[in-house]
């Protein structure tokens, strides 16, 4: 029974679901409307379980105090100043996202350069990564060596301003042989989320009961 | 006694450069253009032509969907295109209504909406709406092509969609003349699978130069119109319509990064293949020795 109830929920849900793609007419439409709005709710309480677990973990780090405990801290503390911010901003404005909010100033001076900093590191290691990667020991290694040199020149405006041919061959690259490598791992993906799903829907994939 | 890295060769070096040495260098090169202005010109290439003619078909009083689907790590490339689409947008009349899928992110977008309605003089509520953030984005992209207000029942400050001249006869993607959406991740795959391929909405994008190769299958495809991608493809649009920008601006950075690191390239490929010469003859003097 435990696992009956919920393979047959599993599959009345997808199999409505599918013919409303298919039919999107009454009474199919409005279920399936109904379904995704349920969806939408249960996916906003996933993000309350998701705070909960992240508290609940860093509060033991506190409490057990290994190596690096500094930083559960420093999480704990960024999570509570955000809510209250986001509260009283929430109370005086409406909304936290009021320009005026103290929790847009948060955002703004903390939360975004935070961010930008951690992917503005991304250049520097990709500038490192490159220099060490792209080195011509085989054909395969060289093609991909030509080609993101041509990408590199194409994609800047010296690469057009000093010859025609970077941007067109830049063009040429990303329209085939890149568009060909991606709309095959694509295809591949897809057929099998199609498998997937269908497992699923039949019962005979069931890891996501236990 | 020499230490044994003071006997490396030129080319030795050149194969193994010290990265803390690649960082100094790229900072160096990276800074200079950003405070010394050095002005580049920028053609616009064909994708990023095609996006701004998608919005420039649109006439006054159409609806232009804008959805925020990045946060703060890609807004240098993805904040001058959306100002520059607000900008174009509003000096159409076109009416904007902003929603997000990464709540992060939002924020960043209700600021650049809020400026640029604030500079051409338009009113929150008639010209232009956020209707702010919703979980579970597939289920709500979906939704919204029955009834928007199902899933959005409120804008971002809780004002009902039925009380706002803007919301009021938005019901569903047949009301939406043209979704520009600003990814930096693979939510792009979602608004062309779930909504393009199933309402038929019409959708052009902004990506960052990473997710670009990602949405160059829809747009050969025809089931996009247009693509601007990366810091190029900002610049190339602020070039489109006549206001250089941020991304105007960050283009020699960008362009100064790219030729130091096929610098780099050059010089670790010529250590490589000295240094693998000097090897093997090394190795064939052994051998006959």
């Known amino acids: 029974m435990k696992r009956a109830v919920p393979l047959a929920i599993t599959f009345l849900t997808g199999f409505f679901l599918v013919v409303s793609f298919f039919i999107p007419h009454e009474p199919f439409g409005e279920l399936e409307q109904r379904l995704l709005i349920w969806f939408a709710i249960v996916s906003g309480f996933t993000m309350l379980l998701g705070v909960d677990n992240l508290v609940r973990a860093h509060v033991r780090r506190v409490t057990r105090r290994p190596a690096g405990w500094g930083h559960s801290v420093a999480l704990i503390v960024g999570l509570v100043v955000t809510v209250v911010l986001g509260v009283i901003g929430f109370v005086r404005y409406g909304s936290p996202f009021h320009i005026q909010s103290p929790f847009m100033f948060l955002y703004t001076y903390s939360i975004i350069p935070l961010q930008a900093t951690m992917f503005a590191l991304l250049a520097f290691f990709i500038a490192s990564a490159s220099y060490r990667a792209f080195r011509a020991r085989n054909t395969v290694a060289t093609l991909l060596l030509v080609s993101a040199v041509i990408v590199m020149l194409g994609r800047v405006p010296i690469g057009s301003a000093s010859s025609h041919v970077f941007p067109a061959a830049q063009e040429w690259i990303m329209n085939y042989p890149q568009l060909a490598a991606k709309r095959g791992i694509q295809i591949g993906a897809a057929l099998g989320a199609v498998s997937m799903s269908l497992r699923i829907l039949l019962g005979i994939e069931r890891s996501y009961l236990s | 006694m020499a230490k044994s890295g003071d006997t490396k ?84 009349d076109v009416k904007v209504v902003m929603l997000g899928h990464i709540a992060i992110g939002l924020p960043l977008g209700h600021v650049a909406l809020e400026e640029a309605a604030a500079e051409l003089g338009k009113i929150y509520g008639v010209d232009y709406v956020d209707l702010g953030y919703r979980p579970g984005y597939v289920a709500v992209m979906i939704a919204m092509g029955r009834e928007i207000s199902d899933v959005f029942a409120t804008d971002y400050q809780g004002t009902r969609l039925a009380d706002m001249e803007i919301t009021r006869d ?47 299958p829809y747009l050969q495809a025809g089931q996009i119109e247009g693509l601007v991608g990366g810091l190029k493809g900002a610049a190339e649009y602020e070039t489109l319509i006549g206001v250089p920008g941020m991304a105007t601006r960050g283009m020699p950075a960008q362009e100064w990064a790219h030729l130091l690191v096929i610098g780099f390239i050059a010089l670790g490929n010529m250590g490589f293949f000295f240094t693998r010469r000097k090897r093997r003859r090394s190795a064939a003097e052994a051998g006959q020795a």
């Open chain 2, 9 to 92: 060769s030129f080319w030795e070096r050149m194969e193994s450069i010290d990265r803390r040495v690649i960082f100094l260098i790229l900072l160096v090169v990276v800074a200079i253009p950003l405070v010394i202005s050095v002005g580049v010109e920028i053609p616009p290439t064909a994708p990023v032509i095609e996006a701004h003619e998608a919005v420039e078909s649109l006439e006054a009083g159409d609806v232009l969907m804008v959805s925020i689907d990045f946060d703060a790590t890609s807004a240098p490339e993805l904040i001058p295109m959306l100002e520059s689409v607000l900008r174009q947008a509003f000096e159409k």
């Open chain 2, 170 to 216: 938005l019901h569903s993607y047949e009301d939406v003349d043209l979704l520009f959406g600003f990814e930096h991740g693979a939510v792009i795959d979602y608004w062309v699978r779930y909504v393009q391929a199933r309402f038929g909405q019409r959708m052009t994008f902004g990506t960052t130069a990473v997710m670009a190769p990602d949405a160059y």
